[in-house]
T-cell receptor
Framework: GESVGLHLPTLSVQEGDNSIINCAYS??????FIWYKQESGKGPQFIID?????DKRQGQRVTVLLNKTVKHLSLQIAATQPGDSAVYFC???????????FGQGTELSVKP | NAGVMQNPRHLVRRRGQEARLRCSPM?????VYWYRQLPEEGLKFMVY????????ESGMPKERFSAEFPKEGPSILRIQQVVRGDSAAYFC????????????FGDGTRLSIL
């Protein structure tokens, strides 16, 4: 069946360190992937996306890596800040648009 | 530049009542999606709509749930005869037309069933 899962449910890092959040997906037909950040009481906030014809994409302080061979996605956050504390979800879509399939989420906690 | 607007933010209903959740997409977005989130879980897809059309309702429960996105006005998610298990956060997202466009989310409606 379809599933997107995360390797670690919680991640605690020191302020200023880099964070890496991992995600595994099972649908080889998925061609578009998104990382979202969700703070308590709010909706998911778009961070960065990547299409299946790419293996790396960079944004401001964030990088997404896609390894289609092992169906693995990761989000790297450079110089993690207290404001980065949230739950992070990866999501995939196998239909070139349409529904997103979400993973369970990783809670990132940044210690000052 | 308003984002996706959902209302109400919180909704309390007694078992057997109806719940109506509203979603106004971002300006320029013609695609609307509804998701449900249970505590400590990820979001689960429910339905995907375009104006006056249901594109994919594979995540909708077979009974009591319906959704619409009329030509004018917001998208509505309707839950009839609510039960305790319907308690959850319901999120709406919107995207522009075209494949592989990011979906942008509202802040959700927290539905509580007494």
């Amino acid at each position: 069946g379809e599933s997107v899962g995360l390797h670690l449910p919680t991640l605690s890092v020191q302020e200023g360190d880099n964070s890496i959040i991992n995600c595994a997906y099972s649908n080889s037909a998925s061609d578009y992937f998104i990382w979202y950040k969700q703070e308590s009481g709010k909706g998911p906030q778009f961070i960065i996306d990547i299409r299946s014809n790419m293996d790396k994409r960079q944004g401001q302080r964030v990088t997404v890596l896609l390894n289609k061979t092992v169906k693995h996605l990761s989000l790297q956050i450079a110089a993690t800040q207290p404001g980065d504390s949230a739950v992070y979800f990866c999501a995939e879509t196998p239909n070139q648009g349409g529904k997103l399939i979400f993973g369970q989420g990783t809670e990132l906690s940044v210690k000052p | 530049n308003a984002g996706v607007m959902q209302n109400p933010r919180h909704l309390v209903r007694r078992r057997g009542q109806e719940a109506r959740l509203r979603c106004s997409p971002m300006k320029g977005h013609s695609h609307v999606y509804w998701y449900r989130q249970l505590p400590e879980e990820g979001l689960k897809f429910m339905v995907y709509l375009q104006k006056e059309n249901i594109i994919d309702e594979s995540g909708m429960p077979k009974e009591r749930f319906s959704a619409e996105f009329p030509k004018e006005g917001p998208s509505i998610l309707r839950i009839q005869q609510v039960v305790r298990g319907d308690s959850a956060a319901y999120f709406c997202a919107s995207s522009p037309a075209g494949s592989n466009q990011p979906q942008h989310f509202g802040d959700g409606t927290r539905l509580s069933i007494l």
